[in-house]
């Protein structure tokens, strides 16, 4: 089937909930769409077809290949979890239709960001999945999750703006050059050396920059801990695991294209960004008692170790990527784990929530599993990410951030560790009742958890094929 | 320098010394009446598509629909006639001048030629730089906007002295996307101090999904 399916697909079905009578179905089409998105994403992997060109304006390599099998089937679990919780709690159902429309636009632009083959048609579908991410931010009744709903599209459309802004550039910079502009990116690479025009550093400094806001990366990463804080556990899960990912996507792209003929700029600005970040993310995670903020500061301080990883380049871009992939679903597992701890306790003081495998069982062991991957141990993708990044930067040279690398994953380490074990582990604090959970509202999770330990222990030949494939395009010669 | 440049420049500045909301307005209006202006010039017999979707953008869009949905919100929310999109102190108005002197001494660099594009990427430089001011010294949502939105109009200023342009699809799905982007901005607007809403949470196992 042809691939632009996973992008026409959702839209389509998400769009036709807007006829009254097909709503009552809504959560049987998002778990039925999800399903269907995630076998013809996995089936691109494992039934590999030549590449191919979409219009010019799509194209399907291992890049997308990989990605697309890493988005489709987050957000299935995602969707098992919203059926699973509606399910349980038919209260939510009247709202229901409305997220399931805004949730597969979403996961279709996200489709169409991956799949993009020209930077324009890339950053359009990256504004989309902002526009229908932000309303579902929103939680009714709630002031503060309206406002950092607000914060999100606004950091989002500045940092949007950037890129534009750095495109524009980019194009004048092969204006000035003698070329014809494209942002085709199979015929950019012709015209990568930049740094002949007075436009072209500035314009990839800014497409870095913009790129960077929407990962969560510093200087502008505010948004990030309130967003993902406020907004309902499925909504912080699809932000955090799919949006994420999709925006890396991007700017693989242009790593790829650009770190040929610009490979120092490249490397200043990300590892400048990767350390900003790695530094405000551990102060904050010391000074917070949030639990879903801590989970979101520890996702902006995965954010800077993937931002130091591409900086490095050489040697470490299969280990990032599958940091990449374990950080996705560690992400879905622990905010998703969040959510199902706030409505239980009514809180999301750490300092409140204490004996959660005896209270909660399914629960304490998706934090336990999911902070042990959080905090890079073995076997984990996290860990074995780490470690190729630290091997990278001694070898490269790199010695002083390797040095603040190590001080700062240790920081985080500690301060998140000293914050959650207490949480699986104490004693409870309060004697609650709770409604008994059942294995099926916990079987997304439970998918999210064996697929990151599975991926720890042993990696199929298909997408380690994949994982090498993408890194040698990521190590281009020159990079 | 052109009539028309300085014009522009003068609703880039002027709007940032008058602290109202509808001056801020008026300023963003005028933005895209005088790009949609400059667009026309250079385009006088609007021969392609692409010369249209430009007009639309600029004229009828940015100059005349996006001013007045602010407005029309504006106004429903009686939100107060004071509005200082940067802080009104010596300070920010000394900053917002040297951004107009640094971008023209940038623009200098990146066009070596003297003469009307010099110019225009100049305002354009301006106009990106004070609308990060904005957005620095203003916490209120209304004046945020109006620093996204000058931004934004900058960029596409920026891409007027461009002679190339993208296919007319993309062009129009942009368009789209700036239009919904203004209708999440006139919703936020309207409703970010409303009083709290019934909520779904009350029921015992949920907060929401």
Same mark, same amino acid.
């Given at each position: 089937? $042809?691939?632009? #399916?996973?992008?026409?697909?959702?839209?389509?079905?998400?769009?036709?909930?807007?006829?009254?009578?097909?709503?009552?179905?809504? %959560?049987?089409?998002?778990?039925?769409?999800?399903?269907?998105?995630?076998? &013809? #994403?996995?089936?691109?992997?494992?039934?590999?077809?030549?590449?191919?060109?979409?219009?010019?304006?799509?194209?399907?390599?291992?890049?997308?290949?990989?990605?697309?099998?890493?988005?489709?089937?987050?957000?299935?679990?995602?969707? =098992?979890?919203?059926?699973?919780?509606?399910?349980?709690?038919?209260?939510?159902?009247?709202?229901?239709?409305?997220?399931?429309?805004?949730?597969?636009?979403?996961?279709?632009?996200?489709?169409?960001?991956?799949?993009?083959?020209?930077?324009?048609?890339?950053?359009?579908?990256?504004?989309?999945?902002?526009?229908?991410?932000?309303?579902?931010?929103?939680?009714?009744?709630?002031?503060? @999750? +309206?406002?950092?709903?607000?914060?999100?599209?606004?950091?989002? @459309?500045?940092?949007?703006?950037?890129?534009?802004?750095?495109?524009?550039?980019?194009?004048?910079?092969?204006?000035?050059?003698?070329?014809?502009?494209?942002?085709?990116?199979?015929?950019?690479?012709?015209?990568? %050396?930049?740094?002949?025009?007075?436009?072209?550093?500035?314009?990839?400094?800014?497409?870095?920059?913009?790129?960077?806001?929407? &990962?969560?990366?510093?200087?502008?990463?505010?948004?990030?801990?309130?967003?993902?804080?406020? =907004?309902?556990?499925?909504?912080? %899960?699809?932000?955090? =695991?799919?949006?994420?990912?999709?925006?890396?996507?991007?700017?693989? +792209?242009?790593?790829?294209?650009?770190?040929?003929?610009?490979?120092?700029?490249?490397?200043?600005?990300?590892?400048?960004?990767?350390?900003?970040?790695?530094?405000?993310?551990?102060?904050?995670?010391?000074?917070?008692?949030?639990?879903?903020?801590?989970?979101?500061?520890?996702?902006? $301080?995965?954010?800077?170790?993937?931002?130091?990883?591409?900086?490095?380049?050489?040697?470490?871009?299969?280990?990032?990527?599958?940091?990449?992939? @374990?950080?996705?679903?560690?992400?879905?597992? &622990?905010?998703?784990?969040?959510?199902?701890?706030?409505?239980?306790?009514?809180?999301?003081d750490t300092r409140e929530i204490s004996g959660l495998i005896k209270d909660l069982p399914y629960?304490?062991?998706?934090?336990?599993?999911?902070?042990? #991957?959080?905090?890079?141990?073995?076997?984990?993708?996290?860990?074995?990410?780490?470690?190729?990044?630290?091997?990278?930067?001694?070898?490269?040279?790199?010695?002083?951030?390797?040095?603040?690398?190590?001080?700062?994953?240790?920081?985080?380490?500690? #301060?998140?560790?000293?914050?959650?074990?207490?949480?699986?582990?104490?004693?409870?604090?309060?004697?609650?009742?709770?409604?008994?959970?059942?294995?099926?509202? %916990?079987?997304?999770?439970?998918?999210? &958890?064996?697929?990151?330990?599975?991926?720890?222990?042993?990696?199929?030949?298909?997408?380690?094929?994949?994982?090498?494939?993408?890194?040698?395009?990521?190590?281009?010669?020159?990079? | 320098?052109?009539?028309?440049?300085?014009?522009?420049?003068?609703?880039?500045?002027?709007?940032?010394?008058?602290?109202?909301?509808?001056?801020?307005?008026?300023?963003?209006?005028?933005?895209?009446?005088?790009?949609?202006?400059?667009?026309?010039?250079?385009?006088?017999?609007?021969?392609?598509?692409?010369?249209?979707?430009?007009?639309?953008?600029?004229?009828?869009?940015?100059?005349?629909?996006?001013?007045?949905?602010?407005?029309?919100?504006?106004?429903?929310?009686?939100?107060?006639?004071?509005?200082?999109?940067?802080?009104?102190?010596?300070?920010?108005?000394?900053?917002?001048?040297?951004?107009?002197?640094?971008?023209?001494?940038?623009?200098?660099?990146?066009? *070596?030629?003297?003469?009307?594009?010099?110019?225009?990427?100049?305002?354009?430089?301006?106009?990106?730089?004070?609308?990060?001011?904005?957005? *620095?010294?203003?916490?209120?949502?209304?004046?945020?906007?109006?620093?996204?939105?000058?931004?934004?109009?900058?960029?596409?200023?920026?891409?007027?002295?461009?002679?190339?342009?993208?296919?007319?699809?993309?062009?129009?799905?942009?368009?789209?996307?700036?239009?919904?982007?203004l209708g999440f901005f006139c919703w936020y607007l309207a409703t970010l101090k409303e009083p709290?809403?019934?909520?779904?949470?009350?029921?015992?196992?949920?907060?929401?999904?």
């Amino acid at each position: 089937m $042809n691939p632009l #399916a996973l992008v026409c697909i959702p839209i389509v079905v998400g769009l036709s909930l807007a006829i009254p009578r097909l709503r009552a179905h809504a %959560a049987r089409a998002l778990v039925g769409t999800a399903l269907l998105l995630s076998t &013809l #994403a996995l089936a691109q992997v494992l039934l590999p077809a030549p590449e191919l060109s979409l219009s010019g304006y799509a194209r399907l390599d291992a890049t997308s290949r990989l990605f697309l099998a890493l988005i489709n089937p987050i957000f299935l679990g995602i969707s =098992a979890y919203v059926a699973s919780r509606v399910a349980a709690t038919p209260a939510l159902h009247r709202d229901l239709w409305r997220f399931v429309a805004l949730a597969l636009c979403f996961i279709g632009a996200a489709n169409a960001a991956v799949l993009g083959n020209h930077l324009l048609v890339q950053w359009m579908a990256l504004e989309v999945t902002t526009l229908v991410a932000a309303p579902l931010i929103v939680r009714p009744g709630e002031g503060r @999750s +309206r406002l950092a709903s607000w914060h999100y599209l606004l950091f989002s @459309s500045v940092g949007l703006a950037l890129v534009l802004l750095g495109f524009s550039c980019l194009s004048r910079a092969m204006q000035a050059a003698g070329h014809e502009p494209t942002l085709f990116l199979d015929r950019l690479p012709a015209f990568a %050396a930049v740094s002949a025009s007075p436009w072209g550093e500035p314009g990839l400094a800014l497409v870095i920059l913009g790129l960077g806001t929407k &990962l969560g990366l510093a200087p502008m990463y505010t948004w990030l801990p309130e967003a993902y804080a406020e =907004a309902p556990p499925a909504v912080t %899960a699809l932000l955090g =695991a799919v949006q994420f990912n999709a925006a890396l996507v991007v700017l693989l +792209r242009v790593i790829a294209v650009y770190r040929p003929g610009n490979a120092g700029l490249i490397t200043a600005e990300l590892m400048l960004m990767g350390l900003a970040s790695m530094v405000v993310s551990a102060i904050s995670i010391i000074a917070t008692r949030n639990m879903k903020r801590l989970i979101a500061y520890a996702a902006i $301080n995965h954010a800077g170790v993937i931002a130091i990883g591409l900086a490095v380049g050489k040697g470490t871009t299969y280990g990032v990527l599958l940091y990449v992939i @374990s950080n996705a679903f560690i992400k879905a597992i &622990l905010f998703l784990t969040a959510g199902k701890i706030k409505a239980h306790y009514r809180t999301e003081d750490t300092r409140e929530i204490s004996g959660l495998i005896k209270d909660l069982p399914y629960s304490g062991v998706f934090l336990l599993v999911g902070t042990l #991957a959080l905090l890079g141990f073995p076997p984990f993708g996290s860990f074995f990410g780490e470690l190729s990044i630290l091997s990278a930067l001694v070898s490269s040279g790199h010695l002083f951030v390797f040095a603040a690398f190590c001080v700062l994953i240790t920081t985080t380490f500690i #301060a998140t560790g000293r914050t959650f074990f207490p949480m699986v582990w104490g004693m409870p604090k309060q004697v609650h009742v709770w409604q008994k959970q059942t294995f099926l509202t %916990a079987s997304p999770k439970i998918f999210f &958890l064996v697929v990151l330990v599975i991926l720890g222990l042993y990696i199929p030949p298909a997408l380690s094929g994949l994982l090498e494939q993408v890194a040698a395009s990521l190590e281009a010669e020159g990079s | 320098m052109s009539p028309l440049l300085i014009a522009l420049l003068g609703a880039l500045l002027i709007p940032l010394f008058v602290g109202t909301w509808r001056t801020s307005l008026l300023g963003l209006s005028a933005q895209g009446l005088l790009m949609a202006a400059l667009a026309h010039r250079a385009a006088p017999l609007l021969a392609t598509a692409h010369d249209w979707i430009a007009l639309v953008d600029l004229g009828l869009i940015r100059g005349l629909a996006m001013p007045l949905a602010l407005y029309v919100v504006q106004k429903a929310r009686g939100a107060r006639a004071r509005n200082d999109v940067i802080p009104p102190n010596l300070f920010f108005w000394t900053l917002a001048l040297g951004m107009g002197l640094a971008a023209f001494n940038f623009s200098e660099h990146l066009v *070596s030629e003297p003469g009307e594009p010099q110019t225009l990427v100049a305002v354009a430089v301006a106009g990106i730089l004070l609308g990060f001011l904005v957005l *620095s010294g203003s916490s209120e949502p209304f004046s945020q906007m109006v620093g996204v939105l000058r931004i934004e109009n900058s960029i596409v200023l920026l891409e007027l002295s461009d002679q190339d342009h993208s296919a007319i699809g993309l062009e129009l799905a942009m368009l789209a996307i700036f239009v919904a982007t203004l209708g999440f901005f006139c919703w936020y607007l309207a409703t970010l101090k409303e009083p709290a809403e019934p909520s779904l949470e009350s029921a015992p196992d949920s907060s929401s999904l």
